[in-house]
């Protein structure tokens, strides 16, 4: 069963950078993706970010040359996705959500999520 750990996330002023981590344990497909949805209250989640076993990464427009995803496949059960966050705008400001999804390179509708971290840009 797959596991999965965040880290990050907190408070930041625009411009400034944040880094968010995903570790996931217990993977049972060499074919999967992960990454970062996020929301904000009283709107729907929107996909960030995404990786796949295959390295391939998707981004959401907003985020296009300011993020950046990466993963480091420790060995077959355990990866570790990293979500580095630059140049932050005040409407990156939400709850942003690790997922994972088994047997799988689409990003829609993950197997697991994660708890979820706050990241607040405020001026």
């Known amino acids: 069963q797959v596991r999965l750990v965040e880290s990050g996330g907190g408070l930041m002023p625009p411009g400034e950078s944040l880094r968010l981590s995903c570790a996931a344990s217990?993977?049972?497909?060499?074919?999967?993706?992960m990454g970062w949805y996020r929301q904000v209250p009283g709107e729907e989640r929107e996909l960030v970010a995404s990786i796949t076993s295959g390295a391939e990464r998707n981004y959401a427009d907003s985020v296009k040359g300011r993020f950046t995803i990466s993963r480091d496949d420790r060995d077959r059960a355990e990866s570790v996705a990293y979500l580095q966050m630059d140049h932050l705008r005040l409407e990156d400001t939400a709850r942003y959500y690790c997922f994972f999804k088994s047997g799988s390179y689409s990003a829609d509708s993950p197997d697991l999520w994660g708890q979820g971290t706050q990241v607040t840009v405020v001026g």
């Open positions: 217990g993977i049972d497909s060499s074919r999967n993706v």
